[in-house]
């Protein structure tokens, strides 16, 4: 995708895209229906050329990306309540043991190669710095961070799995 694709087309087809989205759904699902939408865009940049009619393409997908997510809201129910929050909350050894995960990782982290642990590290971080902000303190390009990223997580996986991994019973019995 280039960067004039980028800034001239998007920006144009941006008020197309609310206006479409608005026809097809209801308020409350917008959001999902603009970033499905700008997803299916990226996909069919990186798959082949931009589409011929950039504004037929759009209304078309936007019809698409409507249709699916009528199709998948039925079958969705909201929980009555959080039930993630309130066990974890109350419970002292659901407490204890998400400490102890919690502490295992960073101590996974540590042990990973080159810059990951700082990587990783940012990446953990309850500041929550943007991708711009990670690759600056870490002295990288933006563009070098998600290949990075994922050889990073990749290694932790590994260091993860290996901690995890039951111990086979050697020998008879």
């Given at each position: 995708?280039?960067?004039?694709?980028?800034?001239?087309?998007?920006?144009?087809?941006?008020?197309?895209?609310?206006?479409?989205?608005?026809?097809?759904?209801?308020?409350?699902?917008?959001?999902?229906?603009?970033?499905?939408?700008?997803?299916?865009?990226?996909?069919?940049?990186?798959?082949?050329?931009?589409?011929?009619?950039?504004?037929?393409w759009?209304?078309?997908?936007?019809?698409?990306?409507?249709?699916?997510?009528?199709?998948?809201?039925?079958?969705?129910?909201?929980?009555a309540?959080?039930?993630?929050?309130?066990?974890?909350?109350?419970?002292?050894?659901?407490?204890?043991?998400?400490?102890?995960r919690?502490?295992?990782?960073?101590?996974?982290v540590r042990?990973?190669?080159?810059?990951?642990?700082?990587?990783?590290?940012?990446?953990?971080?309850?500041q929550?710095?943007t991708?711009?902000?990670?690759?600056?303190?870490?002295?990288?390009?933006?563009g070098?961070?998600?290949?990075?990223?994922?050889?990073?997580?990749?290694?932790?996986?590994?260091?993860m799995?290996?901690?995890?991994?039951?111990?086979?019973?050697?020998?008879?019995?």
């Amino acid at each position: 995708m280039t960067h004039s694709y980028d800034t001239t087309v998007i920006e144009t087809l941006r008020p197309l895209l609310a206006a479409e989205a608005h026809a097809e759904l209801p308020a409350a699902d917008l959001d999902d229906l603009e970033q499905d939408v700008w997803l299916r865009l990226l996909e069919q940049l990186a798959a082949q050329d931009p589409p011929p009619d950039p504004a037929a393409w759009l209304t078309a997908t936007v019809r698409a990306e409507a249709r699916r997510l009528r199709r998948t809201s039925v079958h969705e129910r909201p929980y009555a309540t959080e039930p993630a929050a309130d066990a974890g909350e109350s419970d002292p050894e659901l407490r204890a043991l998400a400490r102890e995960r919690a502490r295992d990782l960073h101590a996974a982290v540590r042990r990973l190669p080159g810059r990951c642990p700082r990587l990783i590290g940012a990446l953990l971080s309850p500041q929550d710095p943007t991708y711009r902000e990670i690759a600056g303190e870490l002295g990288i390009s933006q563009g070098s961070l998600g290949p990075e990223r994922s050889r990073c997580l990749g290694c932790l996986r590994r260091i993860m799995a290996s901690e995890v991994a039951p111990r086979a019973h050697r020998g008879k019995g």
